[in-house]
């Protein structure tokens, strides 16, 4: 019962954490000295076995960052570049997946952008992680600013977008645009 507990209520504060977007804080080593002794995020880290010095980038390593089979992992500022004008001079159809590996909604829609890769395999998926420096000035050309945000190009077109983890939206743009004929 105890181990529930304490279960919900790291839950509880990680949501509250991302909520309040502390992400930045998570890079400190003096993660106590900058946040709330009355949040509910420093309560459950305090009553929690994790060290006080626990770094953001060491826990990514707990996520998943690869891709799916038949999802295409992009790397780079050049890369994403090389790919998007395939997709548009060459009219093919696409995803262009951006997500985080922090990002709780971007690790509950993945598995579901994984299966349409393999629903439609003439639809190229791309997953681009947010969170790599060399891509950054790309995404704030594009305007990303929340995850998970999907863009999707039939025939070369970008024809919808979505933000957000909407499995039912997702489903039905995909649907809509990339019908199996």
């Known amino acids: 019962m105890v181990g529930t507990r304490n279960l919900i209520v790291r839950s509880l504060a990680l949501r509250h954490a991302i909520k309040n977007s502390v992400r930045p804080l998570l890079t400190n080593t003096n993660l106590h000295s900058r946040i709330s002794k009355s949040s509910l995020f420093a309560a459950t880290l305090a009553s929690s076995s994790y060290s006080t010095h626990l770094s953001f980038h060491h826990s990514r390593s707990l996520s998943s960052a690869s891709a799916s089979p038949g999802v295409i992992l992009v790397n780079s500022a050049e890369e994403f570049n090389k790919i998007l004008s395939k997709v548009q001079d060459d009219s093919l159809h696409a995803i262009f997946y951006f997500t985080a590996v922090w990002c709780g909604p971007c690790r509950f829609i993945s598995p579901i952008v994984g299966e349409l890769s393999n629903k439609y395999p003439n639809v190229a998926t791309y997953k681009i992680d947010i969170d790599q420096e060399a891509i950054q000035d790309t995404l704030s050309r594009l305007q990303i600013t929340s995850v998970p945000t999907l ?9 919808d977008e979505l933000i957000g983890a909407d499995v039912a939206r997702l489903n039905h743009i995909t649907e809509k645009l990339f019908k199996k004929d």
Request: proline share 0%; hydrophobic share 20%.
């Open 151 to 159: 863009h999707f190009f039939q025939n070369g077109k970008k024809t």
